[in-house]
């Protein structure tokens, strides 16, 4: 959180270590509920009220990594969806948004999810569509082990019309057009907005880290290792290696990788264009994937960016050694420069490949950082220089066979 959990004089800090809870949930960086809930069941005063186990605490930080990335895939980002706000009140959960209010509290309570402003639930997910509100609430991670999530769908009225409880274990819940999808650790059930029948059922086979249901059927989901879509004929549509799902809209898939932000195409996974930005550093459009999709694609078809730059390695050319640009690795030439190309505007990282250089100039060590090359929208070249300085290894042997850099 970037404080300490208590201020002030010894005194006072020994006391509030003793008696008092820090105030987590009060820190601007403290968004997400899951992660307060989190450390507020770590930071418990009572040991009976934290994990027992190791292996308790790291069932919850996989949920709630799997909550926190469904929580920013499943924002309202269609058009026809409508943002909701999960209040606490003194008489429990409340759902508001433009004119419409409900209380939680009676269908809470009826499955043993207390109510009142303290009561450890967090709100998984809450949206409109075509005046039918959607809403899923959990209880706290510290008690997620004993705990349901209770899904429920309200007409425009606030009457229910159908509501059901999840096993313990946390599911990742998503909505569309085609229906709600209640994604339980693989195992995928897609229910219809005005009845609650089951449409479809189908297992993934592996875990899942992040899901979304598309207006067409298209379950989308990460696995760890890539980004799936599968149709409801049950084949596999696509998979893109390395990339995390951010949101999905008519237009286009938003997803991450470790070098760019991208938008893919819902029916092939092709990218259509990407951002040389690596991360969410999109934090102005989370809420809407429609901005987010301009956001990335904005200069996009546009003439190739090229990278150009060159190493020099103690105040001479760098030759022959790769460098690695983005998510390219390219070789200077014998006078130290390198190209590289991009069709895509933003940041790119270049930096020295240590490992290969370290092949290339044996018994040195190498001081180097990381460097940023910005892509002008215009394709103009982005120069860059790698500054490298070498020095000699001690040895940690007699005849200095192994060698050490630190």
């Known amino acids: 959180m970037g404080r300490p959990p208590f201020l002030g004089s010894p005194d006072e800090l020994r006391a509030a270590h003793l008696e008092q809870r820090p105030w987590i949930d009060r820190h601007p960086d403290a968004a997400a509920p899951a992660v307060v809930a989190l450390l507020r069941g770590l930071l418990a005063k009572d040991p009976a009220q934290r994990h027992p186990t190791a292996a308790a605490l790291a069932a919850d930080l996989r949920a709630v990594l799997a909550g926190c990335a469904f929580m920013l895939a499943a924002a309202p980002v269609l058009a026809s969806a409508q943002p909701l706000e999960v209040a606490r009140t003194p008489a429990g959960l409340v759902v508001r948004g433009s004119g419409w209010e409900r209380s939680l509290a009676p269908w809470l309570g009826a499955h043993g999810m207390s109510a009142g402003v303290e009561a450890p639930q967090v709100a998984l997910l809450a949206a409109r569509r075509d005046g039918r509100v959607l809403v899923a609430v959990r209880c706290a991670w510290a008690a997620s082990a004993r705990c349901p999530t209770w899904i429920g769908v309200f007409d425009p009225a606030g009457v229910l019309l159908h509501s059901r409880v999840t096993s313990p274990q946390l599911p990742i819940v998503s909505e569309s057009a085609f229906g709600v999808a209640i994604d339980t650790g693989g195992e995928v059930e897609v229910r219809g907005w005005a009845t609650g029948e089951v449409i479809v059922r189908f297992s993934l086979g592996t875990w899942t880290s992040a899901g979304r249901l598309l207006d067409d059927g298209t379950y989308l989901w990460n696995d760890g290792t890539a980004l799936h879509a599968r149709a409801l004929d049950g084949q596999d549509r696509w998979q893109v290696p ?14 991450v990788t470790q070098h760019d932000q991208r938008v893919l195409d819902p029916e092939t996974g092709a990218m259509r264009c990407r951002r040389m930005e690596s991360g969410p550093s999109h934090a102005a459009h989370q809420g809407d994937v429609a901005l987010l999709i301009q956001h990335v694609c904005q200069t996009f078809p546009q003439p190739v960016g ?13 030759a022959r050694v790769r460098v690695i640009v983005g998510d390219q690795t390219v070789t200077t030439d014998r ?8 069709r895509a505007v933003g940041r790119v990282r270049v930096r020295l490949d240590i490992h290969h250089a370290a092949s290339v100039r044996p018994r040195r060590c190498f001081l180097t950082r990381d460097e940023y090359a910005e892509l002008p929208a215009d394709g103009r070249d982005a120069l860059v220089l790698v500054d490298v300085e070498t020095f000699r290894p001690l040895c940690r042997s007699g005849g200095c066979e192994l060698v050490d850099c630190e």
């Open 306 to 318: 090229r990278v150009r730059g060159a190493v020099r390695i103690d105040g001479a050319a760098g």
């Open 242 to 255: 390395g990339a995390w799902l951010v949101g999905a809209h008519a237009t286009g898939i938003v997803a």
């Open 335 to 342: 006078a130290g420069w390198f190209t590289a190309d991009f």
